[in-house]
């Protein structure tokens, strides 16, 4: 049984930055995606950005230029590196992992984002 930790979160100004990461442990299929989500309240869980083991990553337009999603399969990690934040960035992110038809989830870690 695969487990995703992640963190990273926290309270930061607009402008600002943050890196969220996540580690699975067990056995990863070499085949497989790794995504980045965000939920608000009162909204559904958003795709944020995708990572595939074929080397594509994809983002929401909106943040766009701003993050970037990231990948150490060595460490069965991966990464979100946040610039330029927004009061709107606000949400507590998941991590996942698609893999073998399945997908696994992180605990979420509250992104702040208020001067």
């Known amino acids: 049984q695969v487990q995703l930790v992640e963190s990273g979160g926290g309270l930061v100004q607009p402008g600002g930055s943050l890196r969220l990461s996540c580690a699975a442990s067990?056995?990863?299929?070499?085949?497989?995606?790794m995504q980045w989500y965000r939920q608000s309240p009162g909204k559904q869980r958003a795709l944020v950005a995708i990572?595939?083991?074929?080397?594509?990553?994809n983002y929401i337009d909106s943040v766009k230029g701003r993050f970037t999603i990231s990948r150490d399969s060595a460490k069965n990690s991966w990464y979100l590196q946040m610039n330029s934040l927004k009061p709107e960035d606000t949400a507590v992110y998941y991590c996942?992992?698609?893999?073998?038809?399945?997908?696994?989830w992180g605990q979420g870690t509250q992104v702040t984002v208020s001067s």
């Open positions: 996942s992992l698609v893999s073998d038809s399945q997908i696994c």
């Open positions: 067990g056995s990863i299929s070499s085949i497989n995606t």
């Open positions: 990572s595939s083991s074929t080397g594509i990553t």
